[in-house]
């Protein structure tokens, strides 16, 4: 069974602080990440996606790939309450299309 | 303005009642794909289909049907058969094609008593 894993947390920074969230992925053959972020009650949003080995910037978020390693981070800089949200990690299943997602890192920032 | 609707945002319904949930875009996606979300779980994938009039079943596609005969529309019918029905469901498209990012609708939250 392909899985991806996340801390489930939850995960407490102040604000201000840099927020890092992690997860693994067992399926080699997963080409594209993507990182999400849910707000209770709501539908997932896509922050960040990756593809290819190293880092990838979009403003305050900075998404890391370790292909070696099956491993994904995201680094949220400069954190703010709003950011208070859980946070879904999800690969793709092999080289298709659809995707198989952690169960989420929910992310806590005090003011 | 582009986007996912699904329609309607609550139901209730009877045990024993088949139901069917829309989901509809104007992304002009190629792929769309459904989702189950319970409380403090991720999201599990139920069917996707990646062009119209084809469809394949993900993880947990027993009690669950679906058509895709538009490219716009991919509803999904939640049969008598599912034995726990109640859950937030979650209606997702991407291109297909040179593009894997998945954007959702706003859900429909499903309760069956």
């Known amino acids: 069974q392909k899985e991806v894993e996340q801390n489930s947390g939850p995960l407490s920074v102040p604000e201000g602080a840099i927020a890092s969230l992690n997860c693994t992925y067992s399926d080699r053959g997963s080409q594209s990440f993507f990182w999400y972020r849910q707000y209770s009650g709501k539908s997932p949003e896509l922050i960040m996606f990756i593809y290819s080995n190293g880092d990838k910037e979009d403003g305050r978020f900075t998404a890391q790939l370790n292909k070696a390693s099956q491993y994904v981070s995201l680094l949220i800089r400069d954190s703010q309450p709003s950011d208070s949200a859980t946070y879904l990690c999800?690969?793709?299943?092999?080289?298709?299309?659809?995707?198989?997602f952690g169960k989420g890192t929910t992310l806590s920032v005090s003011s | 303005d582009g986007g996912i609707t699904q329609s309607p945002k609550y139901l209730f319904r009877k045990e024993g009642q088949n139901v069917t949930l829309s989901c509809e875009q104007n992304l002009n996606h190629d792929a769309m794909y459904w989702y189950r979300q319970d409380p403090g779980q991720g999201l599990r994938l139920i069917y996707y289909?990646?062009?119209?009039?084809?469809?394949q079943k993900g993880d947990i596609a027993e009690g669950y049907s679906v058509s895709r005969e538009k490219k716009e529309s991919f509803p999904l019918t939640v049969t008598s058969a599912q034995k726990n029905p109640t859950a937030f469901y979650l209606c997702?498209?991407?291109?297909?094609?040179?593009?894997?990012?998945?954007?959702f609708g706003p859900g429909t939250r499903l309760t069956v008593t």
């Open positions: 999800a690969a793709t299943r092999g080289a298709g299309t659809a995707l198989i």
């Open positions: 997702a498209s991407s291109s297909g094609t040179g593009g894997y990012e998945q954007y």
């Open positions: 289909s990646q062009i119209v009039n084809d469809f």
